[in-house]
């Protein structure tokens, strides 16, 4: 069963940088789609970041060039290293995971397993 849980986050001025991690664990290592979604009060959840098991990335076109997704797959670790950040980056972020991924399609389309979730805030 695959599990994540997320950590770190915070708050931080505008300009600043935070990371977020996430533990991925029951994932299958030889074809996944690992990604981040973030969803603002008020607002629908939107996908951040996202990355497949032959290395690809792919970013929402606002945190392009400002965020990095990547995994550490011997540690199982998932990161979002966020800098630039702007107040309109203010969200709860989820670790987030495709288990149909295996059938195709574009990594990132859809997530059928969040973790809980974790705070991020930037203050203007």
């Known amino acids: 069963q695959v599990q994540l849980v997320e950590s770190g986050g915070g708050s931080v001025n505008t300009g600043g940088s935070l990371n977020v991690s996430c533990k991925a664990t029951?994932?299958?290592?030889?074809?996944?789609?690992l990604g981040w979604t973030r969803q603002a009060p008020g607002k629908e959840r939107e996908g951040v970041a996202a990355?497949?098991?032959?290395?690809?990335?792919y970013y929402k076109h606002s945190v392009q060039g400002r965020f990095t997704i990547s995994l550490d797959n011997a540690k199982n670790v998932l990161y979002l290293q966020m800098d630039s950040l702007k107040p309109e980056d203010t969200a709860m972020y989820h670790c987030?995971?495709?288990?149909?991924?295996?059938?195709?399609?574009?990594?990132?389309?859809?997530?059928?397993?969040w973790g809980q979730g974790i705070q991020v805030t930037v203050s203007a």
């Open positions: 029951g994932y299958n290592a030889n074809t996944y789609c």
């Open positions: 987030a995971a495709d288990l149909t991924y295996y059938r195709g399609g574009l990594c990132g389309d859809i997530y059928n397993r």
């Open positions: 990355i497949d098991s032959l290395g690809r990335t």
